[in-house]
Nanobody, 115 residues
Framework: QVQLVESGGGLVQPGGSLRLSCTLS????????VGWYRQGPRKQRDLVAA???????AYGESVKGRFTISRDNAKNTAYLQMNNLKPEDTGVYFC?????????WGQGTQVTVSS
């Protein structure tokens, strides 16, 4: 069974950093476009960052210059490095992997930015 598992969330003070990980089991992450989404209080999922299989990257406006998406195909894992975190970054972060055969979602990991 192909599935995504996220880790790395937690509670951090404003200005702090976290790194989220998203590991694909049962498949080859290199063929997927991967993305990170943040679910807000109204349960909407907004794109935070995306990285396609060719290496093209896109970021949401609010995180440009602070967040970095990357992948390590040898570890079958994608990452989201989050620096200079702000309270408005708080939410549940979901990893997404898309291929023409279908899309996968992880279970989500909570990030809380608060003093």
């Amino acid at each position: 069974q192909v599935q995504l598992v996220e880790s790395g969330g937690g509670l951090v003070q404003p200005g702090g950093s976290l790194r989220l990980s998203c590991t694909l089991s049962g498949g080859d992450i290199s063929i997927y476009a991967v993305g990170w989404y943040r679910q807000g209080p109204r349960k909407q999922r907004d794109l935070v960052a995306a990285l396609n299989s060719g290496g093209s990257i896109a970021y949401g406006e609010s995180v440009k210059g602070r967040f970095t998406i990357s992948r390590d195909n040898a570890k079958n894992t994608a990452y989201l490095q989050m620096n200079n975190l702000k309270p408005e970054d708080t939410g549940v972060y979901f990893c997404n992997a898309e291929h023409y055969t279908g899309a996968l979602w992880g279970q989500g990991t909570q990030v809380t930015v608060s003093s």
